[in-house]
């Protein structure tokens, strides 16, 4: 992507109409934002207009633009002069928000950035499934807006520790993170003064463990296993209760849940519905590994079923619930041959919980194009990620 994004800076074509626009300036008013985080611009070409993506701006900026990246459908710049700034706009928090790459929205005010999460979410409904009717319940805002992230990946290379500026693979050297959970960010000048240089990049994790202990790693190293959990406590436990709610009202004899990782929603599950069978599946062996101690000690062994297995695979060989499916899939999504066995399965319920709109829209596009009985009973934003453009999303489609 920079590879391309270089060529179309260096090496515009002369004759191109487009190419002219390369560092010229304009005046725009920023309409939104988009997937990504840049601010959503126009600007007339002759006769018509060209979509661009503002970085580090927000909701009704008034701005002097440079345009800096060409491409043949939209443009990209960055803000010369905010000549009157949006009614959002702040100070960001962070001294570091400038240059680093982690956070993108810290220059707008929390209520803001839910309401442009919703915003983006509707679009894409819009586009991909706009026949479709539904109610988007408000969306629930995290408890804590900052310090609320309970594990963090940082790179290092020479004495620098820290994340990647924005399309860049140059380090911001920072002293703490203000994202971070407090416990782990104090540890970062600790952690730079203990690690040796380093020649190559590295890239640590630092995170609070299920005991809420600090501990850290390289990755790649013994310890990943158990990284992939939902990253702010607080607002997960809005999500599992949503969760075990909407299960409970449907009461289920058996539920598939695919990508159950180290059993977010589960136990709750289990421990609320005390007639309920659920065959779940994880491909990471260390997160299954988890979850049948876990069980183990709940004395819940008749009633779950932990594969460890791709969901591919397992769907390729066993039948999914016609009564509920649970779904919370990586940022890509559910792949085709997976959609495909969710869709055959024809089951009554199914919740889905996405962390990519993209995806989540493509993937509601195919199981309503496929299954017109399905109508969507909830759909909600839970503002997982503070300061940032990501979000999940909560769905619940039901044939009754």
């Not at 390369?22 to 018509?48: F, M, Q, W, Y």
């Not at 979850?291 to 008749?302: F, G, I």
């Amino acid at each position: 992507m920079n590879n391309q994004r270089n060529s179309s800076n260096s090496n515009p074509k002369r004759d191109s109409e487009l190419g002219s626009l390369l560092h010229s300036e304009h005046l725009v008013t920023v309409e939104k934002l988009a997937v990504g985080g840049d601010g959503v611009a126009r600007i007339p070409i002759k006769d018509r207009t060209m979509v661009v993506f503002v970085s580090k701006a927000a909701p009704q900026d008034e701005l002097k633009i440079k345009i800096s990246v060409v491409e043949k459908t939209f443009l990209r710049a960055e803000i010369v002069e905010i000549i009157k700034p949006s009614p959002a706009r702040r100070e960001a928090p962070c001294e570091y928000f400038s240059a680093c790459g982690g956070c993108v929205w810290q220059h707008i005010n929390e209520d803001e950035q839910l309401r442009q999460k919703e915003l983006i979410l509707t679009e894409l409904f819009k586009k991909f499934i706009p026949e479709v009717n539904y109610a988007l319940a408000k969306g629930v805002a995290s408890p804590k807006n900052l310090h609320y992230r309970n594990r963090i990946q940082l790179k290092r290379l020479g004495a620098k520790l820290g994340y990647f500026k924005k399309e860049s693979h140059d380090i911001v050297d920072i002293n703490y993170c203000l994202i971070a959970d407090k416990l782990v960010s104090d540890q970062i000048p600790i952690i730079k003064e203990k690690l040796k240089p380093a020649a190559e990049l590295q890239k640590y994790e630092l995170k609070l463990n299920h005991k809420n202990e600090f501990e850290y790693y390289r990755i790649g190293e013994s310890g990943e296993g158990l990284s992939f959990s939902q990253v702010n406590n607080e607002i997960n436990q809005l999500l599992v209760e949503l969760v075990t709610k909407l299960v409970a009202d449907k009461n289920p004899s058996f539920l598939t849940e695919l990508y159950a990782g180290a059993g977010n929603f589960t136990f709750d599950l289990l421990k609320n519905l005390n007639s309920l069978r659920i065959e779940s599946v994880e491909m990471n062996p260390e997160l299954t590994k988890f979850s049948t101690k876990k069980l183990s000690e709940l004395s819940l062994q008749k009633r779950l079923f932990a594969f460890t297995s791709d969901c591919e695979s397992f769907a390729s060989r066993r039948a999914l619930s016609n009564e509920f499916i649970l779904l919370d899939p990586p940022r890509a999504g559910c792949s085709d041959s997976v959609l495909k066995k969710v869709i055959e399965a024809g089951s009554k319920d199914i919740i889905y919980i996405s962390c990519h709109p993209v995806f989540l829209a493509r993937d509601l596009q195919k199981i309503f194009a496929a299954n017109k009985n399905y109508k969507i009973r909830h759909l909600q934003i839970f503002d997982m990620f503070p300061q940032t453009d990501h979000f999940e999303t909560f769905v619940h489609l039901s044939t009754t």
